[in-house]
């Protein structure tokens, strides 16, 4: 509060500067407006802690009620590695729609955040990334972001559409957004008079804030989560202000700039995405923070898997509503099928592994036990026979092939020999399987699709805001 | 004595002292020294050496940067006097630098520009959210070797093709080379709007500047 109190923020925002004026706050010529403690807590006090991002179906709502956390995949990339030419190219909205139907069929992802943007579609590109999520997935969707303020009544409007009604939308959304802010302390322009426009329609979004460590935020830790939350409870403020009650949500993602190019390193070895969980829940509503499965790393070999083993310890523990970003290398620019499917892969492990452990329904199997005896064994057991495919396996486990165990000549031979040894497959094998599963789904999973009525309304609000871009200077 | 204060001048720009370069330049001019001798015995060595020890590893973008800072810093004290004399650093060669019309990032140009400063470049960076009408009139008015556009949004990319087509439609396309730079950019997109050069980073930009200079 320090910070938005004696520095500020940039608000090129006529209407929002507007609405801070009205309420208390001090705007100067230079857009820079003060917001006194006073109004940062009377606005706060009116922001829900609770509330429910809705998929097309309630068994895929999510309670953003602080005793769930999900994992949502990760967003906007700019390039895909093509599943036909495995050759890099610019994202396109088909693979919105494609990777949308992937994350359908992944049961840890909770809800698409479309991972790369449809280039393909200029300005009206968020508009057709919400229509391919909606259009293939049950889950809930991301839709919402930055635009021209024009265009984002269809966002509104689809979201009406889809939901069936006004209440229906405002009590189940199937649409969030996210705006991001601009570091150090300052808005864009778009972003704030979309979120305003969302905010009184009650579409829940958060404002993000990516303060990076050395370049545009202090190079300590704590100074880059403390002017990130600044940035982000100043577009709370606002909402407030303008929305008494809307549903917003807090994120911080704190990196670091690389010392020696300048470029942008997610993998920063503080537990920060905890404490700006921690930061959230303090102000009173949810939070996306919780970590990345996603690699600076381009490539999908031993960094990209000990990220994804990180990040998806951090999601299960850091106790954020939203967290732990799935689907995206080379920082968050490039879609790798096989990655996704390896990332989800170790999701679900550490899930296993590290989530909740349902003790009350827990089977100590005494009689079982009390059965076998001394020096018995459970091979033949029934209650074996029972249980033991309760277990998840990876999902590339393979029986042995012994004739393909090499010799123990050489470094490659011993990896093959022990990794077949413990049931596994070699690396290059892992990464065919990774890919051949996601080909599968790509190929094979379809949702049950939206009513027809509901589609080509879909198409004409489309249509319309495409008509209404070509317009906008 | 004249040694002595090359060898402090030099070290304003490793340690990044601004205020204490201009300081230092002016004190140089007052004893009589000649501005060109200041600059190149004192601060061009200085800004080698930021150079020299970046390259190594041993120094980090921050210091780059304020080295660059303590350059410019003495530079414009001693221009007048440079200007009189008819000589000045020698540079690789002119740039002008901006981020796009609708976009308002410009960490990455801003880390650019010092970059390409400290490696002997003399840039004019114009900001963000430059109208293409901008970037044209400062073509004309600077003349420059080299013009950089930055954008980081998918929505603002296309302001960087347009800036091309404005220059061929003002007759300065062949006068100017043009970079562009940005997280979604990418080579192929460089080659897609007729770009002379594409960088994904910093270093990759003073790279691939030189090489547009034939100094690489």
């Keep these: 509060m320090l910070i938005l109190e ?11 500067r507007t609405i801070f004026a009205d309420n208390g706050a001090k705007v100067g010529d230079d857009q820079i407006v003060h917001i006194p403690r006073q109004v940062v807590e009377r606005a706060m006090s009116t922001a829900p802690r609770t509330f429910c991002l809705a998929g097309r179906e309630e068994r895929f709502d999510l309670a953003l009620d602080g005793s769930h956390s999900y994992v949502a995949t990760e967003g906007v990339g700019v390039h895909v590695v093509d599943t036909e030419t495995r050759k890099l190219r610019a994202s396109r909205k088909a693979d919105v729609a494609t990777f949308a139907r992937v994350c359908d069929a992944l049961p840890l992802i909770a ?49 009406t559409v889809v939901a069936g009604d006004e209440a229906s939308r405002r009590r189940r959304p199937p649409i969030c957004g ?51 939350d600044a940035e982000v409870l100043s577009g709370m403020v606002l909402a407030q202000l303008a929305a008494p009650g809307c549903p917003v949500f807090h994120s911080v993602l704190v990196s670091l700039m690389d010392p020696y190019t300048g470029g942008y390193v997610s993998e920063v070895p503080l537990p920060l995405h905890w404490m700006a ?21 381009g490539g999908i070999g031993w960094l990209a898997g000990r990220r994804a083993g990180l990040g998806a310890a951090e999601a299960v523990l850091s106790g954020s509503e939203i967290c732990g970003y799935l689907g995206l290398t080379g920082a968050a620019t490039v879609l790798f099928p096989e990655q996704v499917m390896l990332q989800h892969e170790v999701l679900l492990e550490a899930a296993s592994e ?15 036990i009390r059965d076998v005896g001394p020096r018995g064994h459970f091979l033949k057991h029934r209650h074996t026979r029972q249980h033991m495919r309760e277990m998840r396996l990876p999902a590339w486990l393979r029986p042995r092939s012994p004739e393909t165990d090499g010799s123990l000549s050489d470094a490659d ?56 871009a070509a317009h906008l200077v | 004595m004249a040694e002595d204060l090359y060898s402090q001048m030099k070290q304003t720009v490793i340690d990044g002292e601004a205020e204490l370069a201009a300081e230092l330049a002016q004190k140089g001019l007052d004893a009589g020294l000649a501005a060109v001798d200041i600059l190149d015995e004192g601060f061009v060595k200085g800004i080698e050496e930021v150079g020299d020890l970046f390259a190594r590893g041993e120094f980090f973008l921050p210091e780059l940067v304020q080295g660059a800072e303590a350059m410019k810093a003495a530079v414009a004290v001693l221009q007048p006097a440079l200007d009189a004399a008819g000589g000045g650093r020698r540079t690789l060669g002119v740039a ?5 019309a609708g976009d308002i990032h410009e960490i990455g140009k801003t880390i650019v520009c010092s970059m390409l400063s400290a490696a002997g470049f003399t840039v004019t960076d114009v900001g963000c959210d430059v109208p293409v009408e901008t970037f044209i009139a400062k073509c004309k008015e600077l003349k420059p070797d080299l013009l950089l556009l930055s954008a980081l949004l998918t929505t603002t990319m296309p302001n960087q093709q347009k800036t091309i087509e404005a220059l061929k439609a003002a007759g300065l396309r062949d006068s100017v080379k043009v970079m562009v730079g940005g997280a979604p950019t990418t080579r192929a997109w460089a080659d897609e709007i007729g770009a002379d050069g594409y960088a994904e980073d910093a270093i990759e930009a003073v790279v691939t500047a030189k090489g547009l200079m034939g100094a690489g």
């Excluded at chain 1, 004696?6 to 929002?16: K, L, N, T």
């Excluded at chain 1, 969980?277 to 690699?295: D, M, N, Q, R």
């Design chain 1, 6 to 16: 004696e520095v500020g923020v940039h608000v090129p925002s006529a209407r929002a």
């Design chain 1, 178 to 228: 996210n705006i991001c802010t601009i570091s150090p302390l300052a808005h864009d322009e778009n972003g704030l008079d979309c979120a305003l426009i969302y905010a009184e329609a009650g579409i829940p979004f958060s404002f993000m804030a990516m303060t990076t460590m050395g370049s545009v935020a202090p190079a300590t830790a704590i100074g880059a989560l403390v002017q990130g």
């Design chain 1, 413 to 468: 031979s011993i990896d093959r020999s022990a990794t077949r040894a413990s049931g596994g497959l070699d690396s290059a094998a892992v990464r065919a399987a990774a890919f051949a599963d996601y080909r599968r789904i790509e190929q094979e999973h379809h949702p049950e699709p939206l009513p027809t009525d509901v589609l080509q309304e879909l198409e004409q609000l489309l249509a319309s805001a495409d008509r209404e």
């Design chain 1, 277 to 297: 969980a921690e930061l959230a829940h303090a102000w009173g509503v949810p939070s996306l923070a919780g970590g990345s499965l996603s690699s600076d790393d």
């Design chain 1, 354 to 368: 590290l989530g909740a452990f349902a003790f009350e329904a827990a089977d100590t199997a005494l009689d079982v």
């Design chain 1, 111 to 159: 809800f698409l955040w479309p991972p790369v943007s449809a280039q393909d579609h200029g300005t009206t590109a968020p508009l057709h990334e919400c229509h391919a999520g909606l259009t293939n997935t049950l889950k809930h969707v991301r839709g919402a972001t930055t635009m021209r303020p024009e265009l984002a009544r269809y966002v509104v409007e689809m979201a």
């Design chain 2, 96 to 100: 002008v630098a901006g981020t796009v």
